[in-house]
């Protein structure tokens, strides 16, 4: 079994920033891809950056090209989403998931991750 443990949500104002981290533990086999989701209230959850198990590609989704960078400890299952210039639309729960198969579905399929963080709350008021 593999643990995923989230931190570093919160709240803020327009334009500031916030890093999540991500941490996969226990039983690891290896890297693996990594990255995270976000789901706003009523809404389906969205794949929003990923980085590959070897940490040399990544994946964004277009609404936060330029703001959001993903990236990993090299060697770890340790990832960490750097948020800057954080808008009202960013406000959503944040899941870090886990390939651990390294499965075919497309990057951006959720059914492509195996292991879910409990999820972080970020909140960008106006």
């Known amino acids: 079994q593999v643990q995923v443990e989230e931190s570093g949500g919160g709240l803020v104002t327009i334009g500031e920033s916030l890093t999540l981290s991500c941490a996969a533990r226990?039983?690891?086999?290896?890297?693996?891809?990594m990255g995270w989701f976000r789901q706003a209230s009523g809404n389906e959850r969205i794949m929003v950056a990923i980085i590959s198990w070897h940490g040399g590609t990544t994946h964004y989704d277009d609404s936060v090209k330029g703001r959001f960078t993903i990236s990993r400890e090299s060697g770890k299952n340790t990832v960490y989403l750097q948020m800057k210039n954080l808008k009202p639309d960013d406000t959503a729960t944040y899941y870090c998931?886990?390939?651990?198969?390294?499965?075919?579905?497309?990057?951006?399929?959720?059914?492509?991750?195996?292991?879910w963080g409990q999820g972080t709350q970020v909140t960008v008021s106006s």
């Open positions: 226990g039983r690891t086999g290896g890297s693996y891809t």
């Open positions: 998931a886990v390939d651990s198969r390294r499965s075919s579905y497309d990057i951006d399929d959720i059914r492509k991750y195996d292991y």
